[in-house]
């Protein structure tokens, strides 16, 4: 299962918005909508921002939300803030009981 | 609160093996499958096995080859993983993780512990 890709980088200035895109397959993003989305910054554990393709845990701001069309899924940060600089993961579950991350993207707030 | 706590990382020569565990508390075994997720140095994400609440299953990345085992004690609320034969390209941070529901099938990991660096170098 090779992993999902995302663009390597994206930037955006305060306030800003950016998209991030997860690009997978008909065996995953384009067939279940299983897809989550982690936040993780320099030496930390992953964090969860969203699941079931567009769900926000309790915790997580408003300014995060989901999509998805066909294969691929979307991760938008609205308002940009300085503490949303941050590696970004997408996740989709395979068939079978696997799940496949993606390649991961670096979000630069100029 | 849910935490969970990984330990059993350290230096390993190729070939060798090392047992991985990961403490869980506020989680209650049966209701959450469990996986473990890597990370190698500067890399991103690599999910790496699962194991289900409620049944035996276990899940693994085609890319372990056969090489790891997951497994759990339920009375001790502990997550293991068994890595043997191992590669210099299994160095990374192994981190588990709880998943939001009972099989592993819900794409959503909503705790994760802090890591276990595991470093494989002759």
């Known amino acids: 299962q090779s992993a999902l890709t995302q663009p390597a980088s994206v930037s955006g200035s305060p306030g800003q918005s950016v998209t991030i895109s997860c690009t997978g397959s008909?065996?995953?993003?384009?067939?279940?909508?299983?897809v989550s989305w982690y936040q993780q910054h320099p030496g930390k554990a992953p964090r969860p921002m969203i699941y079931e393709v567009n769900k926000r845990p309790s915790a997580v701001s408003y300014r995060f939300s989901g999509s998805k069309s066909g294969n691929t899924a979307s991760l938008t940060i609205s308002g940009l803030q300085a503490e949303d600089e941050a590696d970004y993961y997408c996740?989709?579950?395979?068939?079978?009981?696997?799940?496949?991350f993606g390649t991961g993207t670096k979000v630069i707030v100029l | 609160e849910v935490q969970l706590l990984e330990s059993g990382g350290g230096w390993v020569q190729p070939g060798g093996s090392l047992r991985l565990s990961c403490v869980a508390s506020?989680?209650?075994?049966?209701?959450?499958?469990m996986s473990w997720v890597r990370q190698a140095p500067g890399k991103g994400l690599e999910w790496v096995s699962g194991i289900s609440g409620s049944d035996p299953g276990t899940y693994y990345a085609a890319s372990i080859e056969g090489r790891f085992t997951i497994s759990r004690d339920k009375d001790k609320n502990t997550l293991y993983l068994q890595l043997n034969s191992l590669r210099v390209e299994d160095t990374a941070i192994y981190y588990c993780?709880?998943?939001?529901?009972?099989?592993?099938?819900?794409?959503?990991?909503?705790?994760w512990g802090q890591g276990t660096l595991v470093t494989v170098s002759s």
């Open positions: 993780a709880k998943d939001r529901g009972g099989k592993v099938d819900t794409g959503m990991l909503d705790s």
């Open positions: 996740c989709s579950y395979v068939s079978g009981g696997t799940y496949v």
């Open positions: 008909s065996s995953d993003v384009g067939t279940f909508d299983l």
């Open positions: 506020e989680v209650t075994f049966k209701y959450h499958a």
